[in-house]
């Protein structure tokens, strides 16, 4: 939209005037004209090789989530702990992780007690930066969960992922025995 209305102002100033042939008018627009060019493109030159360009571990990073993500079984259900930098249905995200199931998780300190000790599909995190004691919230509930850290080709540590396999059936039995157990007990009586 952007460039639609700057093309449309830079049509407008290079358009002569019918009565207008004066070569100081001509001058002018045309100098307005180089001016609003020079700045664009000063802009896009800084923008890339100041800003993006030296910032490509962001890029990387969110390349390297979505192909973890997607590298897992379709039924592996991902917990994404990296909002606001990224988040789990947009972008690059999405595109490469395809129809993946999962969510953005904000506070993690909120979702990992909540979630079962005995997971009957497995369990993916993506863990940001800015949220690794998530990490050590997630070994806690999950012992035997797979770690990773995720590093840029220079040793950057780009993000954290931890896999937690399902529970076998017979683990899953023992653990509704001892739940359902459990709530027996704490029954009032009658």
């Not at 506070?107 to 497995?122: C, F």
């Not at 993506?126 to 998530?134: F, K, M, Y």
């Amino acid at each position: 939209m952007l460039a639609l209305l700057a093309g449309r102002t830079l049509d407008r100033l290079t358009r002569f005037p019918e009565g207008v042939r004066s070569r100081f008018v001509r001058g002018v627009q045309i100098g307005v004209v180089l001016v609003v060019l020079g700045v664009i493109v000063f802009y896009n030159v800084r923008a890339y090789f100041w800003e993006y360009r030296p910032d490509r571990s962001m890029h990387y990073a969110v390349t390297l989530m979505a192909h973890r993500i997607a590298e897992q079984s379709p039924e592996t259900f991902t917990y994404f702990m990296v909002p606001p930098q990224f988040y789990f249905n947009m972008g690059t995200i999405r595109l490469i992780a395809g129809d993946h199931p999962g969510m953005d998780v904000e506070e993690p300190s909120a979702i990992i007690p909540s979630l079962p000790l005995n997971p009957e599909r497995p369990l993916l995190f993506i863990v940001g930066l800015h949220r690794l004691e998530a990490v050590a919230m997630i070994q806690a509930r999950y012992p035997n969960a797979q770690v990773t850290e995720h590093r840029n080709p220079d040793g950057t540590h780009l993000f954290t992922s931890v896999l937690v396999s399902p529970a076998t059936s017979s683990e899953t039995w023992v653990f509704r025995r001892k739940e359902l157990y459990c709530t027996a007990i704490s029954l009032p009586k009658g």
